[in-house]
T-cell receptor, first 109, second 117 residues
Framework: SQTIHQWPATLVQPVGSPLSLECTVEGTSNPNLYWYRQAAGRGLQLLFYSVGIGQISSEVPQNLSASRPQDRQFILSSKKLLLSDSGFYLCAWSLHEQFFGPGTRLTVL | DQQVKQNSPSLSVQEGRISILNCDYTNSMFDYFLWYKKYPAEGPTFLIS?????DKNEDGRFTVFLNKSAKHLSLHIVPSQPGDSAVYFCAASEMTPGSTSGSRLTFGEGTQLTVNP
C-alpha cells in the first residue's frame, strides 16, 4: 500500500531563516507530487506540482521553491522566511485522486 | 479568480438528518470532481469523486451529485453523524500538462460541517 510522509510535523522559525520541508512517498512509482498551503481559516492553495524528477511547476509567485531530486521525494524550501509564510503545509501524491500527507505546521516569528 | 467556490463557510445539522454541502465551479475544462474531509491539524482525506460523464455517485452514506449545465455539485451525507463534523473541501481536476496520469486539483475554500448530537 502507498504511504506518504512529511517532516517535521511542526516547526517554529524566525523571520529571515531558511526552510526545508521534506515529503516522501512509498509504494508507488512516478507519482505526481504536490505542495499545498492552508493559511488560517482559508482553503487549500496549490503552490507547486511535479510530474517527474526535476520537473517543477509553480502556481503562484512567492518566496518559496520546490525540488524533486528523486522520484518519490519532494522538497519545499525557502532561503529567507517571511511572516506571511506561516501556515499548514501539505504534500500530496496522485494517480487520479490525490492523497495527502499529515502536514507540517510552520510558524514564522 | 476563484474557479471553485463553496459559498457556505459553515453548516450545522442535527444527528440523523441530511447534510448537503454545495460547490460551484467556473472552468468548463474540469473533468473530475472530488470531495475531501479534513480534521484540524491533519491532511485531507479523500471521500468520494465523480467523473464528468456521470451525474451521481454513491458510496454508503455519501452521495455526490453533478449538474454540468449549472456547473454545480453537491455532497449529501445521510444520516449525518457527530463524527462527520469536519471541514469539507470540494475539488475539481483537469489533466496535468505533460502527465499521462494524475490530475492537478483546484480546491474550494471549504465548509465547516457541525453535526449536533
Amino acid at each position: 500500500s502507498q504511504t506518504i510522509h512529511q517532516w517535521p510535523a511542526t516547526l517554529v522559525q524566525p523571520v529571515g531563516s531558511p526552510l526545508s520541508l521534506e515529503c516522501t512517498v512509498e509504494g508507488t512509482s512516478n507519482p505526481n507530487l504536490y505542495w499545498y498551503r492552508q493559511a488560517a481559516g482559508r482553503g487549500l492553495q496549490l503552490l507547486f506540482y511535479s510530474v517527474g524528477i526535476g520537473q517543477i511547476s509553480s502556481e503562484v509567485p512567492q518566496n518559496l521553491s520546490a525540488s524533486r531530486p528523486q522520484d518519490r521525494q519532494f522538497i519545499l524550501s525557502s532561503k529567507k522566511l517571511l511572516l506571511s509564510d506561516s501556515g499548514f503545509y501539505l504534500c500530496a501524491w496522485s494517480l487520479h485522486e490525490q492523497f495527502f500527507g499529515p502536514g507540517t505546521r510552520l510558524t514564522v516569528l | 479568480d476563484q474557479q471553485v467556490k463553496q459559498n457556505s463557510p459553515s453548516l450545522s445539522v442535527q444527528e440523523g438528518r441530511i447534510s448537503i454541502l454545495n460547490c460551484d465551479y467556473t472552468n468548463s475544462m474540469f473533468d473530475y470532481f472530488l470531495w475531501y474531509k479534513k480534521y484540524p491539524a491533519e491532511g485531507p482525506t479523500f471521500l468520494i469523486s465523480i467523473s464528468s460523464i456521470k451525474d451521481k455517485n454513491e458510496d454508503g452514506r455519501f452521495t455526490v451529485f453533478l449538474n454540468k449545465s449549472a456547473k454545480h455539485l453537491s455532497l449529501h451525507i445521510v444520516p449525518s453523524q457527530p463524527g462527520d463534523s469536519a471541514v469539507y473541501f470540494c475539488a475539481a481536476s483537469e489533466m496535468t500538462p505533460g502527465s499521462t496520469s494524475g490530475s492537478r486539483l483546484t480546491f474550494g475554500e471549504g465548509t465547516q460541517l457541525t453535526v449536533n448530537p
